[in-house]
């Protein structure tokens, strides 16, 4: 059965810090894996998805990368912000349907 | 474009009561998925819809829990005799190519259901 971990669960950094969430699930053969953030009393909104045959994918200050073999994704943030305040959960998508959830990394940025 | 919607934003019931959550996905799109977040556990799956295909029902925790999705488009979960453990979040995606590596799951802002 797929498990998804995500370390830390809590983080808290100084305004401009470059950062590292880390992700790892015990099953490798996955079709995707996806980051997502979430604000507090909302929704998800997609971050990255990088697909299997991938190893990172970029969007502004942020980039994902994924090691399939050892089960392992990060999600960098450069020069983080007050904004960047939320929590971030990693998803894989296994069997092509529904997603397995990471329990999430809530990150607070203070200025 | 108009992203997935739901309704209600919050809904609170008395134990025993039975409530309809509903989620409109994204037009086009041909997945539709349910999920429940609770305090203190993470996201789970709860029901996977995928055109006219029969649903994966899989992830629903008892048999209280039912849902359809009509027309292939709008769809609506079923709680029947709510009770407290029900209370938590539940969120509706869809996507427009399950089954690729490159399918994205869009997310609604949810609906927080609080069974007293």
């Known amino acids: 059965k797929q498990e998804v971990t995500q370390i830390p669960a809590a983080l808290s950094v100084p305004e401009g810090e470059n950062l590292v969430l880390n992700c790892s699930f015990t099953?490798?053969?996955?079709?995707?894996l996806q980051w997502f953030r979430q604000d507090p009393g909302k929704g998800l909104t997609s971050l990255l998805l990088?697909?299997?045959?991938?190893r990172e994918q970029t969007s502004g200050r942020l980039n994902a990368s994924l090691d399939k073999s050892s089960g392992r994704s990060t999600l960098y943030i450069a020069a983080s912000q007050p904004g960047d305040s939320a929590t971030y959960l990693c998803?894989?998508?296994?069997?092509?349907?529904?997603?397995?959830f990471g329990k999430g990394t809530t990150l607070s940025v203070s200025s | 474009g108009a992203g997935v919607s739901q309704s209600p934003s919050n809904k609170v019931t008395e134990k025993g009561k039975d409530v309809e959550l509903r989620c409109d996905p994204i037009?086009?799109?041909?997945?539709l998925y349910w999920y429940r977040q609770s305090l203190g556990q993470g996201l789970e799956f709860l029901i996977y819809?995928?055109?006219?295909?029969?649903?994966?029902k899989s992830g629903l925790p008892s048999d209280r829990f039912s849902a359809e999705r009509t027309g292939g488009s709008v769809s609506t979960l079923t709680i029947q005799r709510t009770q407290q453990e029900d209370s938590a979040v539940y969120l509706c995606?869809?996507?427009?190519?399950?089954?690729?590596?490159?399918?994205?799951?869009?997310f609604g802002p949810g609906t927080r259901l609080t069974v007293l």
């Open positions: 998803a894989v998508n296994q069997a092509g349907t529904a997603l397995i």
């Open positions: 819809f995928q055109g006219n295909s029969a649903p994966d």
């Open positions: 037009s086009g799109h041909t997945a």
């Open positions: 995606a869809s996507s427009s190519s399950p089954g690729s590596t490159w399918d994205t799951q869009y």
């Open positions: 990088i697909q299997s045959s991938q």
């Open positions: 099953d490798s053969a996955i079709y995707n």
